[in-house]
């Protein structure tokens, strides 16, 4: 029993998101959690920097050191930039836990992700090494985590809101029955936000002071001033200026009113019982992306029902595929074998 084990493959359950990117190796738990960035340098096409330490170089870097996010909107549109990020880290973790009889992935996909994208995406696990690759979505591996019984015959609502997708989706069965993907996320906060210092304060930020000022902010600041530094638009000189939360609070408010108008799309499209069952036990709210500090309040008094936001939502996904890699069997329902 024992050595059967030590001959298998090792199961590894993979995220990649447009941010983040995490693994979850059986038996050892989260193994990598970073920034889903690499940055090359294009004079001799080598790796200059991958991770979060890629991210925190972005807007530093001369011309010939390109930074690429290879995934955008649940698709990865940079194969070359996603297999160097693949073989960095499954290096590393070959290196660490040295496991002689290779691995086996379970990867989290959007549920609009068309046949081409996972075969591509397929291509690359197999070209870094896996010996098969199983694929389940990225809304039921959260679910799973938040404990939910995505088995059982009644229906529950997600909601998964990263950086640049957003996923409703309805699971009841084993199955989805009615879904929605968004490509939206926490990016447009950032741009939105952007956007409406631009115009109130002739105040132009970058996108990652954005970022920061977003995840600052509680809901208990919605009256508050605060100070920001920028480019003043007309001279061209840095300006440090006080600035109206209220102002971030519209430049949010009018992304949570689509994610609201689609969560009742999705309700108006489902059967009765599924509504009536998500209706006692409210919505789940996952992706990082919750923790919006207005995001909750605002969406549950538009929609009307009662949600959560479950917990470390950043973290749902691939805590889900760890609980998932332990029962393939039990839960074939939801899991796609690829190859
Ligand atoms: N406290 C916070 N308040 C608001 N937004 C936050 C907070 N913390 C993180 N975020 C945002 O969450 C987003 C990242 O979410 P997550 O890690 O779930 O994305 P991802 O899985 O990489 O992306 P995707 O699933 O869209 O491809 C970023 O846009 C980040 O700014
Ligand atoms: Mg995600």
Known sequence: MFLDNFFKPKKIGIDIGSEKIYFYLEDKGIVISDYTYI??????????????????MSGRVPPYIKIVKPVLNGVIY?????????????KEIREKYNNL???????????????????????????????????????????????????ESVGNMIVEYGASKLEIATISTGGIIYSKSLNIGGYDIDNSIVSQIKNNYSISIGELMAERLKKSLSSSDKEKEIIIKGRDVS??????ISIRVADIVLATEKYIEIIADNIKLVLENIPTEILSDIYEKGIMLSGDSSRL?????????????????????ATSVIRGLGILIGKMDEYSLVINKIR
């Open 235 to 240: 001279t061209g000189m840095p300006k440090q």
């Open 293 to 313: 500090f207005n995001y909750k309040k605002k969406l549950k008094s538009l929609v009307r029902l009662d949600m959560y936001v479950v917990d470390d939502p």
């Open 101 to 151: 009889f290779g691995y086996e992935a379970l990867v989290a996909i959007s549920l609009d992700m068309t046949e081409v994208q996972k075969k591509s995406f397929e291509d690359i696990l197999f070209a870094v090494g896996m010996k098969k690759v199983y694929s389940v979505p990225k809304v039921v591996a959260a679910a799973v985590a938040s404990r939910c019984d995505v088995l």
């Open 39 to 56: 940055a090359v340098n294009t004079k001799n096409d080598s790796v200059f920097a991958i991770g979060k330490e890629a991210k925190e």
């Open 78 to 90: 940079d194969f070359e930039a996603m297999q160097a990020l693949l073989s960095h880290y499954f």
